[in-house]
């Protein structure tokens, strides 16, 4: 079981939505996809699905073109960010609508949406309506009907997004374990790359209608193709610095440098872009080997146990995720540490030069 997009692109007007794009997803995977609000997620999900038509290219299940094919006459289930359950139903007919209009027998009915109810914890509350649950209860009823559909392509639009805390973790790590065993192809976008490395899988990068890259998640996380890429996998998005390599160093900034070894050595003489993301920013000199730069503390936000700190530094804005609590007043300088070996270099046209050494090590 396949879903192939060949060549697919979506314009509406003069605005494009979607760039030409082509992918593979395979049966029995978690395809996730990870991007920006209006990146282009819900419309390729649409393109999948049957709700759109793209405006060129093609969509091919198990090698059939079903470009043109309804969403009705397709094996799919959505589920997006907003509850959709049947306000008048109970939640076992709301769970068993999929199988009614599909014409299951009763004693099927019956045994598949208790399967289904019990994946959810929802057994309890299956004689009450979608309106007596809560927020994560109602969305957990939406999981349950996408489940027992048994569709060969799952559509999950960014769904955890309106819950709390608490119910988005525990359906995060959920999730993957409900749908592991049910062979079907599953596409799951969101907005946080933390919740794209929880779920595993694939991860297709978007930004602004282009699918940037698409890999096992941990490959696209350790060694982004592009700049772009690393922004978009990266929360908050990577610090940049430009760099420039002379003779058997990269230079960065006023005077330091690291030695140009192992695949930096290779590297022609010349302008590049550093590149490192804002956990292995620090305001502690380490024990270790460091680079040290001058900035400005533009601001920060604690979340508890550890502190956002946005920094001005030569006019560029860089955030560091640092430990602790920290009390900073805008305006202070502060200064700042990046072990060397957290870094990427890119080119300056944006595509990667090479990986940071932890990275390439794990």
Known sequence: MTLELRGVSKTVGRQVHVHPTNLMLQKGTMN???????????????????????????????GQDVTGLRVQDRAVAMVYQQFINYPSMTVFENIASPLRLLGRPRGEVEDRVRRAAALMR???????RPLELSGGQQQRCALARALVKEAGLVLLDEPLANLDYKLREEL??????????????????TTEPEEALLLGGNTATLWEGRVTQFGPTPDVYRNPVDATTARVFS???MNFLRVAKRLAQIQFGAGQGIPAVGSLAALPEGVYVA????????????TGEALEFRATVLGSEITGSETFVHLDHDG????????????????????VWVNPAHVFVFGEDGRLVTSSATSMAA
Request: proline share 11%; hydrophobic share 45%.
């Open 275 to 286: 590149g490192f993301r804002a956990n292995h920013v620090g305001l502690d000199r380490p």
């Open 32 to 62: 996730v996809l990870l991007g920006p609000t209006l990146s282009g997620k819900t419309t390729l999900m649409r393109l999948m699905a049957g709700l759109d038509v793209p405006t060129a290219g093609r969509v091919l299940w198990n």
């Open 172 to 189: 995060r790590a959920e999730i993957p374990r409900i749908f592991e065993e049910a062979g079907s192809i599953f596409v799951y976008a």
């Open 316 to 335: 560029v804005r860089w955030v560091g995720l640092v430990p602790g609590v920290r009390d900073l007043a805008p305006g202070m300088p502060a200064t």
């Open 235 to 237: 929360d908050p998005p």
């Open 122 to 128: 929802l057994e309890p509350y299956l004689q009450r």
